[in-house]
């Protein structure tokens, strides 16, 4: 189920194109990163996402009803907050604890509840850990292609 959508979303920065009709969908239950090279309009999304800046054109949808955010505190009060690139984390904490630790500045900014913030952590412990037994299974199994077709290259 989409729970929140972008269609169409483009931004111009003077003459430049930042974004141009940009669709993103974001499915309930799902865990979604933007990916991208630099320039390829990865914050622009994220800041129109999170009511940093306006669209100059196009629509975003939550829960199929048309919104648009004036402020990050009107995109919050939706329940859409983005987590932006930090590169000054605390660096003896786990990652779940730094996504936790976001959770209680969001939390003392006005996000709903306490309970929001350990759940965060619990999830974000779950989700770690099976996206590293995931990873751990891709590295073999690329590792075993890899060993795989070594040995048929090799043979005579």
């Not at 999170?50 to 009060?77: K, T, Y």
């Amino acid at each position: 189920m989409t729970l929140f959508a972008m269609q169409g979303v483009s931004k111009r920065y003077g003459g430049v194109h930042a974004l141009q009709q940009a669709n993103l969908s974001v499915e309930a239950g799902r865990i979604h990163a933007v990916l991208g090279e630099n320039g390829a309009g990865k914050s622009t999304l994220i800041k129109i996402m999170a009511g940093v800046v306006a669209p100059d054109q196009g629509d975003m949808l939550l829960n199929g009803r048309p919104v648009a955010f004036a402020s990050p505190a009107a995109a919050n009060a939706a329940g859409i907050v983005c987590v932006f690139q930090e590169l000054s984390l605390i660096p003896d904490l786990t990652v779940a604890d730094n996504i936790a630790a976001l959770s209680l500045l969001a939390y003392r900014e006005g996000a709903s509840t306490l309970l929001n913030v350990l759940e965060a952590q619990r999830t974000s412990r779950a989700t770690l850990a099976q996206y590293i037994d995931d990873l751990a299974t891709a590295r073999n199994a690329a590792g075993l292609v890899r060993l795989l077709t070594l040995s048929a290259a090799t043979k005579p």
